[in-house]
């Protein structure tokens, strides 16, 4: 929190540097306190309880319009300072808010078309951009709103309806964009299949592999998730250090199959698969007190305590349905059904 506020100031200051907001500020201070000043040396003698003090409060009163009537000028002299007290206000602070105002217009542009530059950590990007991608944006955002998702992209605009959520235009096969989306800070990349080259699977799949490997030169440890239309191709992003090789059409098919033979099987994972409704699928580290006991005793302690249904365990590999008495170790994954997160 702390960092993005940082940053955030940081950019602030580089906008209002450009639009010569400082150099604004500072006329305008030098006119507050030599008008004050001059009120100071002109009303004292006609009001031998006047301060230097008392002429500030009245400068600053003046120039932001506010006219308390505390302080007013009676001399001749500090009636037309005053009027240019007022005068210099009015236009110093009329500029100053439409200045703030376009920096903040012109922020919010640069995002919508993808120009910023990511500054925060540990965050997911989603790389390229169609309806399967809509789709995942949701997904991720029901699971969790408060995580930031960047989506890079090639299109030329693109405005999320989701907060935490952010645009970098450009090639993701390009350095330049994988910098700009602070790549090396990532956790988790999701690369989907260009649906322009879909007609091509071969071209598609060679340009996620390029996308793989651009994002692996930056990052060796990041978990990375690619989608593969081809199934011929998956020895290609192994060698890219693909965490996660999910090929779709092979998947669409077995889904297909399963609901073919078991009428119901499409009811179930449609509602695991999804955050919309009903119980979905999560995973956790495994608690100390849950270390040492069977997958049997697991299994029936989160039942009875979380309601929760455990379907498997993850170590370096996930094993579905493992064993009952296999015991529990300090560094499985807890794969559960539940209806929310425990």
Known sequence: ???????AIKVLHISMEK???YKLIGIFLVALFVCSTAFYVFESKAN???????SL???FVTTTTVGYGDYFPITIPGRLFGIALMLIGISTFGFLTAAIASIFIDNKMKEGMGLMDIKFENHIVLIGWNKKSETMLKELVEDSEERKIVIVSDIERLNLPYKNTYFVHGDPTIDETLIRANISCADIVMVVADENLKNNDGMA???SVLVCLAVDKFNTNIHLIAEVLNEENIPHFERANVNDIIVSNQMSSRVMVRSAVYKNVSSVLKELLTN????????????KDDIGISFKELSMKYINDYNTIVVG??????????DKDRKIKKDDVIIYISNEKL
């Open 276 to 287: 919309s409704y009903g119980n979905e699928l999560y995973e956790c580290k495994v608690k």
């Open 57 to 59: 409060w009245w400068g």
């Open 48 to 54: 031998a309880d006047l301060s230097y003090g008392d």
């Open 313 to 322: 365990i993850a170590n370096e590999k996930v094993s579905l349905n493992p």
């Open 19 to 21: 639009s010569k907001i």
């Open 1 to 7: 929190m702390i960092s993005v506020l940082i940053n």
């Open 205 to 207: 799949d060679a340009k």
